[in-house]
């Protein structure tokens, strides 16, 4: 049973801490079959690795790709098993598109596991560690950050909220963006703790090596509406959307515009998928009026399950 009302978003990378999903764990053994499946793929224990850490270990990339996927995978299952009740769109912030168009029937998990991975470990190589960085810059509008962009060679990469961008670029043009926004008025403008300029022109390498694995892959057309990060569209073709998910490597995440989209189409309930709580702030700041929920523990669960039946 599809609600029209509803919109479940997926999470990307940032909401992956030691220990997330345990009590989840406890209440749906399909959790744990998720990790184990997803194991299988990678060649190593995701599941210890997720519970044990270390934290900076979880941070690599190429590790937290496949992690955050499974962990949102696992959640939406879990939900699956719970209600019968389906959203009628979803949408994932970055690597969350990938979560997204496994729970619309576009990619098999395992299969998106196996991308994902590769995806991280690709666009890790892109660009040596340490030659480029994000940074946060809050307190000034999208057109502002864009003229900061402008006049230092950054990037802007993230729309996530009214007042909150991400850019991102070679150290250079980072730390001059970082001194730019700042004498512009922004409240704060802060590095981030990534290992690369992820949505930038810089990651072009990593999408045209991956195009080949992609390639290889079967997508089917969605069963659930997807907006794409690239378009803030939807789109029904299975070329299109692979065609679509490598532009999206190297392109801005046009978060604010999906949730403003959400809100102009009846959306009333927004759940997040996976672990965290990230989206539901953004989503929030966006429309005051969204009910907001998050699977990432059994009392967001609950809460969630209430919302919607």
């Keep these: 049973m599809t609600h029209a009302a509803l919109a479940f978003v997926f999470p990307g990378q940032g909401s992956q801490k030691v220990g997330m999903l345990a009590d989840l764990a406890e209440r749906f053994p399909?959790?744990?079959?998720?990790f184990a499946e997803a194991s299988e793929v990678l060649g190593y224990d995701l599941w210890e690795l997720t519970q044990s850490g270390p934290q900076e270990k979880i941070n690599q990339t190429e590790i937290t790709q496949p992690l955050?996927?499974?962990?949102?995978?696992?959640?939406?299952?879990?939900?699956?098993?719970?209600t019968d009740v389906r959203p009628t769109v979803v949408a994932g912030h970055s690597l969350g598109e990938w979560s997204a168009l496994v729970a619309a029937g576009v990619v098999a998990f395992k299969d998106a596991v196996?991308?994902?991975?590769?995806?991280?470990?690709?666009?890790?190589?892109?660009?040596?560690?340490?030659?480029?960085?994000?940074?946060?810059?809050?307190g000034l509008s999208d057109d502002q950050v864009?003229?900061?962009?402008?006049?230092?060679?950054?990037?802007?990469?993230?729309?996530?909220?009214?007042?909150?961008?991400?850019?991102?670029?070679?150290?250079?043009?980072?730390?001059a963006?970082?001194?730019?926004?700042?004498?512009?008025?922004?409240?704060?403008?802060?590095?981030?703790?990534?290992?690369?300029?992820?949505?930038?022109?810089?990651?072009?390498?990593a999408a045209d090596e991956l195009a080949a694995?992609?390639?290889?892959?079967?997508?089917?057309?969605?069963?659930?509406?997807?907006?794409h990060n690239v378009t803030v569209a939807e789109e029904s073709?299975?070329?299109?959307?692979?065609?679509?998910?490598?532009e999206q490597i190297y392109s801005p995440v046009r978060?604010?515009?999906?949730?403003?989209?959400?809100?102009?189409?009846?959306?009333e309930t927004i759940i997040e998928c996976g672990p965290g709580k990230v989206l539901c702030g953004l989503n929030k700041k966006v429309s005051r009026s969204f009910n907001v929920a998050s699977l990432e523990d059994v009392a967001g669960f609950d809460k969630a399950l209430g919302m919607v039946e």
């Design 255 to 267: 978060w604010t515009e999906t949730a403003e989209l959400f809100a102009s189409s009846g959306i």
């Design 213 to 227: 694995e992609v390639g290889e892959v079967t997508f089917n057309t969605p069963m659930i509406r997807v907006i």
């Design 68 to 82: 955050l996927l499974t962990a949102s995978i696992a959640c939406y299952r879990a939900y699956e098993q719970s």
């Design 146 to 175: 864009r003229e900061v962009c402008t006049a230092t060679g950054a990037h802007a990469v993230n729309f996530n909220c009214p007042g909150q961008v991400v850019i991102a670029g070679d150290n250079a043009s980072v730390e």
């Design 30 to 34: 399909i959790v744990n079959e998720t």
């Design 114 to 138: 196996r991308l994902v991975a590769s995806r991280g470990a690709l666009m890790q190589k892109a660009v040596p560690q340490g030659e480029g960085g994000m940074a946060a810059i809050l």
């Design 237 to 246: 073709s299975p070329e299109a959307i692979k065609a679509i998910m490598l």
């Design 177 to 205: 963006a970082i001194a730019a926004a700042t004498e512009a008025g922004a409240k704060r403008a802060i590095a981030l703790a990534v290992s690369a300029p992820f949505h930038t022109p810089m990651m072009k390498p």
